[in-house]
C-alpha cells in the first residue's frame, strides 16, 4: 500500500532547482518550480542517466547524457534523444517518467510511494 514518505525540507530545494533522492527501491527527483514542488523518476528513461544531474528550465528536465527532456509536471517527453542516437543505441528513445503524488505539511515535503 502507497503511503506518504518525508523526503525533505522545503528549503532544501529552492525555486527552480531540482534535488534526488533515493525512497526505499526508488530513485525519485523532485523539482521546485515556481513554488510548487513535483516529483518524478530520477533515472532517464532511456538509457538511466541520473537526471538531477542535468539541468532543470521551467518545468522542463533535460538528461545530462544524451539531452531528452521531460516535463517534471506530468512526467511526458517534450524533446527525444537524436534519432542518430537511437539507431547507435538500438532502441526506440526516451518514454514519459513516472510520477508521484507531493504534499507539504508544514516545512517537510512528503512524497506518496
Not at 9 to 37: S, Y
Not at 39 to 58: E, F, V
Not at 67 to 78: L, P
Amino acid at each position: 500500500m502507497a503511503k506518504y514518505i518525508t523526503i525533505a525540507k522545503i528549503n532544501e530545494i529552492p525555486e527552480g532547482t531540482m534535488k534526488g533522492f533515493t525512497v526505499g527501491n526508488k530513485q525519485i527527483l523532485v523539482a521546485n518550480v515556481k513554488g510548487k514542488f513535483y516529483a518524478t523518476d530520477a533515472l532517464c528513461s532511456h538509457k538511466q542517466a541520473y537526471l538531477p544531474n542535468g539541468k532543470l528550465k521551467g518545468n522542463i528536465v533535460t538528461c545530462p547524457l544524451h539531452g531528452a527532456q521531460f516535463d517534471v509536471v506530468s512526467g511526458k517527453v517534450q524533446k527525444n534523444i537524436n534519432p542518430l542516437i537511437r539507431i547507435l543505441t538500438g532502441d526506440k528513445g526516451a518514454t514519459d517518467l513516472n510520477t508521484y503524488e507531493i504534499k507539504v505539511e508544514g516545512n517537510k515535503i512528503k512524497v506518496k510511494i
